[in-house]
């Protein structure tokens, strides 16, 4: 059974910082594609970050380059998400995906490739 755990929402300032995290397990970790997707109702999905689990290449939003960084730990099977700076536009539901192959898709389009969701965790930032 494949899941992706996720952890480490809530409620921050703006400026402040929060780490979510991202547990996978029952698929084919080694050579996935990992991310991060956010919702806020009434927008798009978008990409944040993603991350080959291979070899720790990555993708990054333009809004969220040089305040988010995405690494993992493929002991722990975990992918992080270090938000630094928040804004408040930073406010949205916050979902790990994966897809348990790696393409060049996972750092150019990687919204067509995930096959794997988690539940989705909240994240609000306020002034």
């Known amino acids: 059974q494949v899941q992706l755990l996720e952890s480490g929402g809530g409620s921050s300032q703006v400026g402040g910082g929060r780490v979510l995290t991202c547990v996978a397990s029952g698929f084919t970790y080694g050579s996935a594609c990992v991310g991060w997707f956010r919702q806020d109702p009434g927008k798009e999905r978008e990409a944040v970050a993603t991350i080959g689990t291979a070899d720790g290449r990555t993708y990054y939003a333009d809004s969220v380059k040089g305040r988010f960084t995405i690494s993992r730990n493929n002991a722990k099977t975990t992918v992080y998400l270090q938000m630094n700076d928040l804004k408040p536009e930073d406010t949205a539901i916050y979902y790990c995906?994966?897809?348990?192959?790696?393409?060049?898709?996972?750092?150019?389009?990687?919204?067509?490739?995930?096959?794997?969701w988690g539940q989705g965790i909240e994240v609000t930032v306020s002034s």
């Open positions: 995906a994966a897809t348990p192959w790696y393409a060049e898709s996972c750092l150019h389009n990687p919204e067509t490739i995930m096959v794997y």
